[in-house]
């Protein structure tokens, strides 16, 4: 889908376990080069690709991925794609996110599922089980560190907005030009009403509620969301809604 002509939003069906769900990664496209933020579960790679087609964009012109947080559904095909596309391809994340997709830090919910492991049921252990041998094989070199407010010159400008809490590096993509926000895990939508990350998979409350608060300053008429798709309206003062305030 269009959200201008520079930025496009894919749609790609996820089954897991039988529950069916969409998420959507999103493409800067920029003169004679194509980014792209986040890169679907594990063994997507040939779903994302047909996500290209669908929309008209040469898959061989991907020069860049921008990875929004470690989360296994971000990061799950990025291998696959590096692999395929050229080892040469820039890689972006923020410089707290970098260490655990480089394989330097186990990631924050793996870690989680490791203190809990013994109260686990047996589906939550297969599940841990499945994230452990994914990130023990992960190791992807971030050859683009990014940095609050630092301005990528992608699509006239992409500014970075670091918004921790959901992870401890997690960020979110503003295009000024078109008052749009890449929103990565830190906002969803659910009913066609935008809607917080839930509390019981955030890493760091506190922290994640401090950069809902900054997002809010922003002038943003249209919200992508890689759980819910699109929102359009009263960004701002939605997610003031959301904070209480």
Known sequence: MNI???IKMLEIPVNINGNQSVIYPVVLVDDSSLILVDTGYPNQFT???????AENIPFSLLKGIIITHQDIDHVGSLMSIKKDVSNSID???????????????????LVFLE??????????KLIYHGFKNFYDNLHVKINSVLTDNQILPY???????????HTPGHICLYHKKSKTLIAGDCLGIENGELVTS???????????????????????????????????????????ELIGK
């Open 4 to 6: 201008t002509d520079r």
């Open 155 to 165: 699509c006239g400008g992409i500014t970075v907005i670091f918004t921790p809490g």
């Open 115 to 124: 203190s809990k492991l013994e109260s686990l049921t047996e589906e939550m």
């Open 198 to 240: 839930p509390a019981s998979i955030n890493y760091n409350q506190d922290l994640y509620i401090e950069s809902l608060e900054k997002l809010s300053v922003y002038e943003i008429d249209t919200v992508i969301c890689y759980h819910g798709g699109l929102y359009e309206g009263n960004v701002s003062q939605r997610i003031k």
């Open 47 to 53: 779903q994302l690709k047909q996500a290209f087609e």
């Open 91 to 109: 890689i972006f994340a923020h410089e707290v996110e970098a260490p655990y997709i480089e394989g330097s830090k186990r990631p924050v919910k």
